[in-house]
């Protein structure tokens, strides 16, 4: 868990990008307003309305700029640890989409380009192998029945985790 600092100017200069990367991704309403930091592939920042804090990495090569996959905190709702992922492709309503961290797989509810845990206890279980696993992937069928897997580095994701939850405390 390392988290990259702003030591010298090739490094500011990909974190910039990293983030503005991320920010293009969100809808223009949602865009983040504070960066809590960059930890290795993974980010956290803090938006004032509605407030909300959260990690979130992009997928490794190969997927859309606007795939993501979120660890979310909405302090008003009473929402902690909250999964979302914005999948690469757009899945049918019925669609099975198989996460899996490590060596545990979890079944996500899913619907167009989006899939979220079924439940808090299942959050609380992807969080827990969030964790210790240093790799995800997220499967699934697409609309057009072509199957696709969108993979993620979980290098920081604890600590991005752990400092949206500060943020929003």
């Given at each position: 868990?390392?988290?990259?600092?702003?030591?010298?100017?090739?490094?500011?200069?990909?974190?910039?990008?990293?983030?503005?990367a991320l920010t293009a991704?969100?809808?223009?309403?949602?865009?983040?307003?504070?960066?809590?930091?960059?930890?290795?592939?993974?980010?956290?920042?803090?938006?004032?309305?509605?407030?909300?804090?959260?990690?979130?990495?992009?997928?490794?090569?190969?997927?859309?700029?606007?795939?993501?996959?979120?660890?979310?905190?909405?302090?008003?709702?009473?929402?902690?640890?909250?999964?979302?992922?914005?999948?690469?492709?757009?899945?049918?309503?019925?669609?099975?989409?198989?996460?899996?961290?490590?060596?545990?797989?979890?079944?996500?509810?899913?619907?167009?380009?989006?899939?979220?845990?079924?439940?808090?206890?299942?959050?609380?279980?992807?969080?827990?192998?969030?964790?210790?696993?240093?790799?995800m992937s997220v499967s699934?069928?697409?609309?057009?029945?072509?199957?696709?897997?969108?993979?993620?580095?979980?290098?920081?994701?604890?600590?991005?985790?752990?400092?949206?939850?500060?943020?929003?405390?």
């Open positions: 868990m390392t988290r990259l600092a702003f030591t010298g100017a090739p490094t500011c200069i990909l974190t910039c990008i990293f983030i503005g991704i969100l809808p223009a309403p949602a865009a983040a307003k504070d960066s809590l930091g960059v930890y290795g592939d993974w980010a956290a920042f803090r938006d004032a309305d509605p407030a909300r804090c959260y990690a979130i990495a992009q997928p490794q090569r190969g997927s859309d700029s606007a795939s993501f996959a979120s660890i979310a905190n909405w302090p008003d709702q009473g929402i902690r640890t909250q999964l979302h992922i914005r999948l690469s492709r757009g899945v049918a309503d019925d669609a099975q989409v198989t996460l899996t961290i490590g060596t545990q797989r979890f079944e996500l509810t899913a619907k167009g380009r989006d899939a979220w845990a079924r439940d808090t206890q299942m959050d609380a279980a992807v969080i827990a192998a969030l964790r210790s696993a240093t790799r699934a069928r697409a609309a057009n029945g072509a199957r696709f897997t969108d993979r993620y580095a979980l290098s920081g994701v604890a600590t991005a985790i752990d400092a949206a939850l500060v943020g929003c405390a």
